[in-house]
């Protein structure tokens, strides 16, 4: 069965760091691009950020532009986000897609992302 | 980096018609033919529905269609059913290896 599943997400105070895992199964993770997408309580759907098929190629919305960091461990299977600085509208569900001709075509089920005091 | 604009709520009875309008500019639906739909039901992960434009993944039933004119994408949902009802959001390529989502739009089947 192809899936992804995100991991890691939680609790954190304004201002401190998290990391977030994806780990693909059924389908190899080196011939997809993949993004981060996310979706705060109750609103639509934010592109976050996106990484090349080898991981050389990164690219960021600018409202997490220099605070969030996108990678991948192609021989792991795995795409994680490093997610620093949080502030409280960071608050959401983060979504990991596997992308073929610029759409999203696989997602996993979200893990959220709490940033409060 | 502004959202792609849909209207935030669409209904249509069993069995009718009913279309999702998607409008961004020129710099992202009106310059790439790279524009997808997405379905979400509440408490679950979005699915792919259509892309570019009015391809549809394996899967998909075809009473789901997509459409573009100039920059204003559409999605339509013929033969409606109780189970299409869920949110809907349109994403658009907008270059530079840069993506954008619309705000969604809520179908309610009447």
């Known amino acids: 069965e192809v899936q992804l599943v995100e991991s890691g997400g939680g609790l954190v105070q304004p201002g401190g760091s998290l990391r977030l895992s994806c780990a693909a199964s059924?389908?190899?993770?080196?011939?997809?691009?993949m993004h981060w997408v996310r979706q705060a309580p109750g609103k639509g759907l934010v592109w976050v950020s996106r990484?090349?098929?080898?991981?050389?190629?990164?690219t960021y919305a600018d409202s997490v532009k220099g605070r969030f960091t996108i990678s991948r461990d192609n021989a792991k299977n795995t795409l994680y986000l490093q997610l620093n600085g949080l502030r409280a509208e960071d608050t959401a569900v983060y979504f990991c897609?596997?992308?073929?001709?610029?759409?999203?075509?696989?997602w996993g089920q979200g893990t959220m992302v709490t940033v409060s005091s | 980096q502004s959202a792609l604009t849909q209207p935030p709520s669409a209904s249509g009875s069993p069995g009718q018609s009913v279309t999702i309008s998607c409008t961004g500019t020129?710099?992202?639906?009106?310059?790439?033919?790279?524009v997808s739909w997405y379905q979400q039901h509440p408490g679950k992960a979005p699915k792919l529905m259509i892309y570019?434009?009015?391809k549809r993944p394996s899967g998909v039933p075809d009473r789901f269609s997509g459409s573009k004119s100039g920059n204003t994408a559409s999605l339509t949902v013929s033969g409606l059913q109780a189970e299409d009802e869920a949110d809907y959001y349109c994403?658009?390529?907008?270059?530079?290896?840069?993506?954008?989502f619309g705000g969604g739009t809520k179908l309610t089947v009447l």
């Open positions: 020129s710099s992202d639906i009106g310059g790439y033919n790279y």
């Open positions: 990484v090349n098929k080898d991981g050389r190629s990164t």
């Open positions: 994403s658009s390529y907008a270059g530079n290896s840069n993506w954008l």
């Open positions: 897609a596997a992308s073929d001709s610029l759409a999203f075509d696989i």
């Open positions: 570019e434009v009015s």
């Open positions: 059924g389908f190899t993770l080196s011939d997809y691009w």
